[in-house]
């Protein structure tokens, strides 16, 4: 039972990790909330599931195309929707609506072009599962640790590490400021925005390799990242990591000994109760309204 | 000397006379009204001839019921509580539960849905009171989400997923109502309630609710308290959206679980912002153009439901103040630009 309940926990807390990584590095830069991270998550697995089930492609390509799908529409979404809007008076609260309205419109586009059912490319990892005491670990959990781990650290390495990276640290701190010592502001945060759309495509291939995706399951990605990031707070991207893997252990315990239904009043209770009391999550710092 | 009299020296007017400036003043307060009720007339002209419409137009009053709710407290009060679907739900199952379990007429789960969606809108509002309103939109739309999978397991309670069916039609007055005439019932309450919103944002609780939306800390420093004009605006947009939810059960006479999923306040939401936050008419055209995009217009599956979420992109991104707002604004130059070449030919002259 332990085995089942971890492989489920690591499988989709992967996911959620990197949907909380994809949210994390947009609000470093803009303050942004981007709800559409799910949408962009549920876009690239359908397309490379799509692209290698109906239309034949080699599996590496449909996924490095999925992922590329991602990347152009995070880093479009910031061209075309967030700064415009939140330029002008008041944008700060137009552009949350406008973000709901690009998940809704990605996912019904998503529905448009590839149909209303579930897709999936779990076929292609078929055969290549390991056993261990009995119990089958699935390949595409192991892929889904390994991709979430080394997107953390990698992510971690470009923030810190990395000139680029720490000019997208500068204008997080301050876009002002950052713009007054020459950062180009604006490339800095498109480059933010496809970073994220990178991070959401990888969680898209690890959707595609799992239990596939259905056009309509954006809203709930987005849902779990953002609980995710409420969890870990603001402070590090790891927090969003460890919420992601609590929030996935609590969900399979939940769905084993209870029932599914508890699932969404866990996530629910779990957002309430974190933000009323604990509001600056496991790690850091303010989130509270000024 | 005599002093003048009073109205001797009070400013004339645009007319030149008090009286005349009054009576101008009369007429165009009653323009709206007049407009208003002509469209609902002529609309429940158009229903009347087939049941399709009816159903067309029940949904749209549902939608706007719901858009109306989310105008006062999102539009006007700038709060973006997004369990919409649930205070929807509440209205539907009191309006079922009264007769089910108490042996009421249904109508008297109105003012229990309004009563406890109102309740259930201010605990929410409550627990994330302190935090900024991304944070209030993504907690209020996690308890959507748990609502729903609430609804669909409170067996006892909800009926599950069958949800509760077999109601009786609603009676009014000892008279059984058909579709069309609770559509005329419903029409004249959304007409009553949208003169109402019209007339509360030039009110001093709305130009108070406005104020705390765009500056929140000069409103707070003027002595506004701001908490209760938004427990207010959350709580009233909250009751107003439950009474979507009695049309329907009325309507359907049946209430099912399914039918208040989170995709509803996502489709929803936009609709007092197509209109724009100028006039709460906005929201019935909002509603309007959502029935005609989802399912008026049968262009393929779910290809009305994108051309609907780009257009709503599309008026955040080229007319953030709506339909009826860009309409003024275009109206407004369009004036101006007449005067000035009125002004330019005389001079010329």
Redesign the interface.
């Known amino acids: 039972m332990l085995i089942l309940v971890t492989v489920s926990t690591v499988q989709a807390g992967s996911v959620y990790a990197l949907v909380g990584l994809a949210y994390y590095l947009v609000v470093q830069v803009s303050g942004t ?1 981007n ?1 559409a991270t799910g949408g962009y998550t549920v876009f690239a697995a359908l397309t490379m599931a799509y692209l290698a089930q109906v239309k034949s492609l080699p599996v590496a390509l449909s996924i490095a195309l999925g992922v590329l799908a991602a990347v152009v529409l995070a880093a479009l979404s910031e061209l ?2 967030v700064k ?2 939140e330029t ?1 008076p ?1 944008g700060d ?2 552009v ?3 973000l ?6 990605l996912s ?2 998503a ?2 072009i590839y149909g ?1 059912q579930p897709l999936s490319l779990a076929s292609v990892l078929g055969g290549h599962d390991y056993q261990v005491g009995g119990t089958t670990i699935p390949l595409s959990a192991i892929i889904a640790v390994v991709v979430a781990l080394a997107s953390f650290a990698l992510a971690s390495l470009f923030v810190h590490r990395t000139p680029v990276g720490r000019m997208v640290q500068a204008v997080g701190e301050g876009a002002f400021v950052a713009a007054t010592i020459g950062v180009p502001v604006g490339r800095m945060r498109v480059l933010a925005f496809a970073v994220s759309g990178l991070v959401t495509g990888l969680a898209g291939a690890v959707v595609a390799l799992g239990s596939g995706a259905s056009f ?1 399951s954006g ?2 990605y987005s ?1 779990y990242g ?2 995710v990031l ?1 969890l870990g707070g603001l402070g590090s991207a790891w927090g969003a990591l460890v919420g992601a893997y609590v929030i996935s252990l609590l969900q399979a315990l939940v769905g084993f000994y209870l ?1 599914a ?1 508890y699932e ?2 866990l ?3 779990f ?2 109760l974190l ?2 009391l604990r ?1 600056q999550g496991i790690f850091t710092t303010r ?4 | 000397m005599p002093l003048p009299k009073l109205a001797s020296v009070s400013p004339p007017g645009r007319l030149g006379r008090p009286d005349q400036a009054a009576a101008l003043r009369i007429g165009r307060s009653l323009v709206e009204p007049v407009l208003s009720l002509l469209a609902v007339v002529l609309i429940l002209a158009w229903t009347s001839q087939s049941l399709l419409r009816d159903n067309y137009l029940l949904l749209g009053v549902v939608y706007s019921f719901i858009g109306a709710g989310i105008y006062l407290s999102y539009v006007l009060a ?1 709060e ?1 509580s997004l369990a919409y679907n649930a205070y929807f739900a509440i209205g539907a199952y009191a309006s079922a539960l009264v007769d089910t379990r108490l042996h009421w007429n249904q109508l008297a789960g109105l003012p229990i849905g309004i009563v406890v969606s109102a309740a259930m809108a201010i605990v929410l509002h409550l ?2 009171r ?6 209030l ?3 209020t ?3 959507a ?2 609502f ?3 609804l ?2 409170a067996t006892s309670l909800t009926g599950g997923a069958v949800g509760i069916s077999g109601l009786p039609p609603l009676t009014l007055f000892g008279q059984e109502l058909s579709l069309h005439q609770l559509m005329i019932y419903s029409c004249v309450l959304l007409w009553i309630l949208l003169l109402a919103l019209g007339r509360l944002r030039g009110a001093l609780l709305g130009q108070l609710l406005r104020l705390q939306r ?1 500056v929140p800390q000069a409103a707070e420093a003027v002595g506004i308290p701001t908490s209760v004009t938004k427990m207010i605006a959350v709580g009233g947009g909250a009751a107003i959206a439950s009474i979507a939810g009695c049309v329907y059960t009325y309507a359907n006479q049946f209430v099912l679980a399914g039918s208040f999923s ?2 509803i306040v ?2 929803v ?2 609709v007092p ?1 197509l209109g724009g936050a100028l006039t709460p008419w906005g929201v019935p055209l909002g509603a309007g153009i959502v029935v005609w995009l989802t399912i008026g217009l049968s262009i ?4 009305g ?2 051309i609907f ?2 257009g ?2 599309v008026v ?2 080229l007319a ?1 103040r709506g339909i009826f707002g860009t309409l003024r604004a275009l109206a407004t130059q369009g004036s101006s630009a007449a005067a000035r070449r009125l002004r330019a030919r005389r001079s010329a002259r």
Do not use: C, H, K
């Open positions: 909330m709800f075309l929707v415009p809007i002008r008041g609260r137009t949350i609506i406008a709901v309205a690009l998940l809704f419109a019904q586009f529905g448009w209303q309509d809203l709930s849902l953002f609980v409420v029932d239904q969404s009043y996530l629910f209770g957002a309430a933000l009323t509001p989130t509270r309204a000024t | 700038g973006l627990l994330t302190r935090l900024s309103e991304l944070y939109a993504a907690v739309l996690l308890f989400q748990a729903v999978t609430f669909a397991n765009e989170v995709q996502i489709i939401l936009f912002l393929g599956s779910g290809t439901q994108l979420a780009v709503i992109l955040l991104l953030p």
